[in-house]
């Protein structure tokens, strides 16, 4: 099992830019795809941005695409998810988690809570 925390949430106007982390501890973080979903009040948990290990392949859903990026510096454990031209709709608690023997596009799609590690949560709120 790996442990995870998140941060960098917060309140920010429409248009503007976040930065959120995710920090590793635990088993070996480096070998598991790692990646960012979030839940919005009365809506399901969807899948944001994955990346694999090793060769940083990605998947975004198709409503982040061009506004945010995701990354990760596995010598320091952390899978960071850069997000720009923030909107309203982005408004949610963003929760990062680890899978093992997953690709990007399948841990992003998967909505089975009981599949890999998760953190705790970090709030976003987009607005004026």
């Known amino acids: 099992q790996v442990q995870l925390v998140e941060s960098g949430g917060g309140l920010v106007q429409p248009g503007g830019r976040l930065t959120l982390s995710c920090q590793a501890s635990?088993?070996?973080?480096?070998?598991?795809?790692m990646g960012w979903f979030r839940q919005a009040p009365g809506k399901e948990r969807e899948g944001v941005s994955c990346?694999?290990?090793?060769?940083?392949?990605?998947y975004y859903v198709d409503s982040v695409k061009g506004r945010f990026t995701i990354s990760r510096d596995d010598a320091k454990k952390t899978v960071y998810l850069l997000m720009n031209s923030l909107e309203p709709e982005d408004t949610a608690v963003y929760y990062c988690?680890?899978?093992?023997?997953?690709?990007?596009?399948?841990?992003?799609?998967?909505?089975?809570?009981?599949?890999?590690?998760w953190g705790q949560g970090t709030q976003v709120t987009v607005a004026a």
């Open positions: 988690s680890a899978f093992a023997l997953f690709t990007p596009q399948a841990m992003c799609n998967s909505r089975d809570p009981n599949l890999g590690s």
């Open positions: 990346i694999s290990a090793n060769i940083g392949k990605t």
């Open positions: 635990g088993s070996t973080s480096d070998i598991y795809t």
